[in-house]
T-cell receptor, first 115, second 115 residues
């Protein structure tokens, strides 16, 4: 039962262009969503988060959009840089029930930014 | 301003041996989470602990795995009688205020290899 899904295993983008990574979830108890970036042999690095009371959060080149009715969120990176090449994980947590405390992760999307 | 620390970074064990993985949370954090990443998969929640208490161990295998977070010292994830299927990257995360809208920060992970 995959409650958080990243349906694109990989994404290739040209430097300077926009990268859009997508994530869908099924558990309506989720109320906090995060994006992490991960390099090989390292731990996930927190990028940006959004609470369910918002529909957009921006931090520098990174913007996360949340569409609660569609149970969908996306991460936009503008402009994309070669150093952004990594695996990006979407994660969600909730305030109650079985989603309390723990993060539920998607499978990850490998982003490659070409110079 | 040390982040989450984990040791060892790499651990090799033979089948039947015990593995002990240690995690020191970020300064000021009292909530610790353990996750496991199997090859080609996303991170999966294992256990959530506060000082001297296990809050949620719903992701822990029923046998051979245990976790603790004592009043003093690091959190320990213990795997008894390891099998080849335990080979994975084990990540620890910590947060300051507790779950839901609190960001979890990850350590670099311990890569366990069972021969």
């Amino acid at each position: 039962d995959q409650q958080v899904k990243q349906n694109s295993p990989s994404l290739s983008v040209q430097e300077g262009r926009i990268s859009i990574l997508n994530c869908d979830y099924t558990n309506s108890m989720f109320d906090y969503f995060l994006w992490y970036k991960k390099y090989p042999a390292e731990g996930p690095t927190f990028l940006i988060s959004i609470s369910s009371i918002k529909d957009k959060n921006e931090d520098g080149r990174f913007t996360v959009f949340l569409n609660k009715s569609a149970k969908h969120l996306s991460l936009h990176i503008v402009p994309s840089q070669p150093g952004d090449s990594a695996v990006y994980f979407c994660a969600a947590s909730g305030d109650g029930g079985t989603s309390y405390g723990k993060l539920t992760f998607g499978q990850g999307t490998i982003l490659t930014v070409h110079p | 301003n040390a982040g989450v620390m984990q040791n060892p970074r790499h651990l090799v064990r033979r089948r039947g041996q015990e593995a002990r993985l240690r995690c020191s949370p970020m300064k000021g954090h009292s909530h610790v989470y353990w996750y496991r990443q199997l090859p080609e998969e996303g991170l999966k929640f294992m256990v959530y602990l506060q000082k001297e208490n296990i809050i949620d161990e719903s992701g822990m295998p029923k046998e051979r795995f245990s976790a603790e977070f004592p009043k003093e010292g690091p959190s320990i994830l213990r795997i008894q009688q390891v099998v080849r299927g335990d080979s994975a990257a084990y990540f620890c995360a910590s947060s300051g205020r507790g779950p839901s809208t609190d960001t979890q920060y990850f350590g670099p992970g311990t890569r366990l290899t069972v021969l």
